[in-house]
């Protein structure tokens, strides 16, 4: 059984910082493309940053040189760090797997969400 459990959300003044992770289970990890999202209220769910088997990473424009995204393979995790944080960022974020078969064919994952609510 698949698991992506994301842990690390909570409520942060403006300007401070969270570390978001999400513990995956149950898929070849050290394969897999894991990814960040994030949805905030009446708006579509949005990719803030991605990176790849080998470590290679890309962000959203907006949180360009504020959020850095990371993986652990030994510990089946990716992470999440988020510095100077904004109103706009308030959104729950979801944490999202990609495993790419052998036969050309992927399975997407995706994580139950955890809130992160930024106060001005």
């Known amino acids: 059984q698949v698991q992506l459990v994301e842990s690390g959300g909570g409520l942060v003044q403006a300007g401070g910082s969270l570390r978001l992770s999400c513990a995956a289970s149950g898929i070849r990890f050290s394969s897999a493309a894991m990814s960040w999202y994030r949805q905030a209220p009446g708006k579509q769910r949005e990719l803030v940053a991605v990176?790849?088997?080998?470590?290679?990473?890309n962000y959203l424009d907006s949180v360009k040189g504020r959020f850095t995204i990371s993986r652990d393979n030994a510990k089946n995790t990716v992470y999440l760090q988020m510095n100077n944080l904004k109103p706009e960022d308030t959104a729950v974020y979801y944490c999202?797997?990609?495993?790419?078969?052998?036969?050309?064919?992927?399975?997407?994952?995706w994580g139950q969400g955890t809130q992160v609510t930024v106060s001005s």
């Open positions: 999202n797997g990609i495993v790419y078969r052998s036969d050309g064919y992927s399975t997407v994952y």
């Open positions: 990176i790849s088997s080998d470590g290679g990473g």
